[in-house]
């Protein structure tokens, strides 16, 4: 959709000639015709082609992040904003459904009423997905850049970007994703290597993920609740 949405926009803005002098454009279709080239010498040509055909779709995402969003800063601030606020959603989503626990059943409904099918592990708004952990630890920090922008006072800022990065942390570590909770942590870790400006910040909210990690872990029955239920 975001592709036909984006053929139509270049179309009567008249973008083309720009769009196609766009040396990431033209790497793009060399790659995607490649790949139709190459597709003749499948096992099974017409699998091959239906594959390759609808591959275009990952290849103009980024193109259209670019031109649309990424050039357009009031696009960019709009993409911003509906990212954190969605962060935020599953982030108190997910946490809602971690409090709403059943030894015997698992996790239950979330706040749209969604349940996971698998024991203890959390689905937040996205049905029966296993995705709420990787979904915040991804967009988490990009979300983060909306507080940067709008609220301009240092002290409220740093304040309310430490609940939002502990919150991403601890959601990240209780929806039962190691590799999202790791690759959160490890992002945490090269901005406070990195970004000076706000190292106190990343270094306060990666203290606090893993305090209270620490406290849920030893509190929560999920992970203290060995009782042998009969069937």
Same mark, same amino acid.
């Given at each position: $959709?975001?592709?036909?949405?984006?053929?139509?926009?270049?179309?009567?803005?008249?973008?083309?000639?720009?769009?196609?002098?766009?040396?990431?454009?033209?790497?793009?279709?060399?790659?995607?015709?490649? #790949?139709?080239?190459?597709?003749?010498?499948?096992?099974?040509?017409?699998?091959?082609?239906?594959? @390759?055909?609808? $591959?275009?779709?990952?290849?103009?995402?980024?193109?259209?992040?670019? $031109?649309?969003?990424?050039?357009?800063?009031?696009?960019?601030?709009? @993409?911003?904003?509906?990212?954190?606020?969605?962060?935020?959603?599953?982030?108190?989503?997910?946490?809602?459904?971690?409090?709403?626990?059943?030894?015997?059943?698992?996790?239950?409904?979330?706040?749209?009423?969604?349940?996971?099918?698998?024991?203890?592990?959390?689905?937040?708004?996205?049905?029966?997905?296993?995705?709420?952990?990787?979904?915040?630890?991804?967009?988490?920090?990009?979300?983060?850049?909306?507080?940067?922008?709008?609220?301009?006072?240092?002290?409220?800022?740093?304040?309310?970007?430490?609940?939002?990065? @502990?919150?991403?942390?601890?959601?990240?570590?209780?929806?039962?994703?190691?590799?999202?909770?790791?690759?959160?942590?490890?992002?945490?870790?090269?901005?406070? @290597?990195?970004?000076?400006?706000?190292?106190?910040?990343?270094?306060?909210?990666?203290?606090?993920?893993? #305090?209270?990690?620490?406290?849920?872990?030893?509190?929560?029955?999920?992970?203290?609740?060995?009782?042998?239920?009969?069937?």
């Amino acid at each position: $959709f975001l592709f036909i949405f984006f053929l139509i926009y270049i179309f009567l803005k008249k973008f083309f000639k720009i769009f196609l002098k766009n040396n990431l454009v033209k790497f793009s279709i060399i790659f995607w015709l490649f #790949l139709i080239f190459i597709s003749l010498f499948s096992e099974n040509i017409v699998l091959a082609y239906r594959d @390759t055909l609808i $591959f275009i779709r990952f290849l103009a995402l980024p193109i259209f992040l670019i $031109f649309l969003v990424f050039n357009n800063e009031r696009y960019l601030k709009i @993409t911003i904003g509906i990212i954190f606020f969605s962060v935020i959603f599953v982030c108190l989503d997910s946490f809602y459904q971690f409090m709403n626990y059943d030894p015997e059943y698992g996790f239950g409904q979330d706040i749209l009423g969604f349940s996971p099918n698998w024991y203890g592990r959390l689905t937040g708004p996205f049905y029966q997905e296993l995705i709420p952990g990787a979904y915040i630890s991804k967009f988490g920090l990009i979300g983060l850049i909306f507080l940067f922008i709008n609220i301009k006072d240092q002290k409220k800022q740093n304040m309310i970007s430490i609940i939002y990065l @502990t919150l991403i942390g601890i959601v990240s570590y209780v929806s039962g994703e190691k590799m999202a909770f790791a690759t959160f942590l490890l992002g945490t870790v090269f901005l406070i @290597t990195f970004y000076q400006k706000k190292r106190l910040v990343f270094l306060v909210s990666l203290l606090l993920i893993i #305090l209270l990690s620490i406290l849920i872990n030893k509190t929560h029955p999920i992970y203290n609740d060995y009782k042998i239920l009969e069937s």
